[in-house]
Nanobody
């Protein structure tokens, strides 16, 4: 059974940094992309960043230049380095692994990031 577990969330001051991790357990076949989405209080979930199996990265305009997505294929882990954090980055961050098997996407349960002074 596949399980994704995020870690690294917490409270940080504006301008600070946090690094999120998402470790996958279980066998995941045909991974096409890994990524992160977030959901701020009272708002819809929005996509943040993605890393394809070919190594291409994409970012939402709101985080471009501040966030960096990376992975460790051996550990089956995806990371999100977040710098220059702003209060509007406050949200629950969810990782996902997309596959080429009938469009299955696995999601983590989320980790809370709060940016506040």
């Amino acid at each position: 059974q596949v399980q994704l577990v995020e870690s690294g969330g917490g409270l940080v001051q504006p301008g600070g940094s946090l690094s999120l991790s998402c470790a996958a357990s279980g066998s995941i076949r045909s991974i096409t992309a890994m990524g992160w989405s977030r959901q701020a209080p009272g708002k819809e979930r929005e996509w943040v960043a993605a890393l394809t199996s070919a190594g291409s990265t994409n970012y939402a305009d709101s985080v471009k230049g501040r966030f960096t997505i990376s992975r460790d294929n051996v550990k089956n882990t995806v990371y999100l380095q977040m710098n220059s954090l702003k209060p509007e980055d406050t949200a629950v961050y969810y990782c996902y692994f997309g596959t080429g098997v009938a469009g299955v996407i696995y999601w983590g349960k989320g980790t809370l990031v709060t940016v506040s002074s």
